[in-house]
């Protein structure tokens, strides 16, 4: 089946430094990929969508200059937050799609974030 | 996207069939249903999805009622390890991966030795 990877899996930085997390999708193009948020005990918050070679699409009330997404080709997109600070420290996961007609999202493992 | 409603938690006995309700009264034609779970401290896992007919793969069955207004994911015979939070989505088929999917707050499953 399709697998979706992200890297790291686990993160601890120091508050105003920036970290980047890579999600691929190993066997399959994705053309879109999407970043959502998770905090402890609620569902699945979307962040934003990724959009290979255009600009990502963000959800109300996520920074844009924060959470700097890039899709630069069809099988990986970068989630960079900058300048983190302690309330950014949550689960970060990915998500991407083959594309064809009904076909399921498949997501990465997540990236658990701590900033200290 | 359509919204789903689903039972805050269940328990199921080890071994027994897990039946997990899903309302989506106001589903789209197109739009396809869809069930995830996830376990504690990870990414979504992808279980099923359907459009009209039931379906069954080596995970779960999936129900969907005549008039599409609600299903049901069923494990047969769940174990511990099925222990999660079960997500049911729907969303517009043909859009490939374009569409986001948002998330309600799912069903927590908890299986009982």
């Known amino acids: 089946g399709a697998v979706v990877s992200q890297h790291p899996s686990r993160v601890i930085c120091k508050s105003g430094t920036s970290v980047k997390i890579e999600c691929r999708s190993l066997?399959?193009?994705?053309?879109?990929m999407f970043w959502y948020r998770q905090f402890p005990k609620q569902s699945l918050m979307l962040m934003a969508t990724?959009?290979?070679?255009?600009?990502?699409?963000?959800e109300q009330g996520v920074e844009k200059d924060k959470f700097l997404i890039n899709h630069a080709s069809l099988t990986l997109s970068t989630l960079t937050v900058t300048s983190a600070h302690p309330e950014d420290s949550s689960f970060y996961i990915c998500?991407?799609?083959?594309?064809?007609?009904?076909?399921?999202?498949?997501f990465g493992n997540g990236t658990r974030l701590t900033v200290t | 996207d359509a919204k789903t409603t689903q039972p805050t938690s269940m328990d199921c006995a080890e071994g027994r069939a897990a039946n997990l309700p899903c309302n989506h009264s106001?589903?789209?034609?197109?739009?396809?249903v869809y069930w995830y779970r996830q376990i504690h401290s990870q990414g979504p896992q992808y279980i099923i999805h359907?459009?009209?007919n039931n379906e069954t793969n080596e995970m779960a069955s999936l129900i969907i009622t005549e008039d599409r207004k609600s299903s049901t994911l069923i494990l047969p015979h769940a174990t511990l390890r099925d222990t999660a939070v079960y997500y049911c989505?729907?969303?517009?088929?043909?859009?490939?991966?374009?569409?986001?999917?948002?998330f309600g707050t799912g069903t927590k499953l908890q299986v009982i030795p």
């Open positions: 359907g459009l009209k």
């Open positions: 989505i729907v969303r517009v088929a043909g859009s490939g991966g374009y569409q986001k999917v948002t």
């Open positions: 990724s959009n290979e070679g255009s600009k990502a699409t963000y």
């Open positions: 066997d399959f193009q994705a053309t879109t």
């Open positions: 106001t589903i789209s034609g197109n739009e396809y």
């Open positions: 998500s991407a799609s083959a594309g064809q007609e009904g076909s399921p999202l498949h």
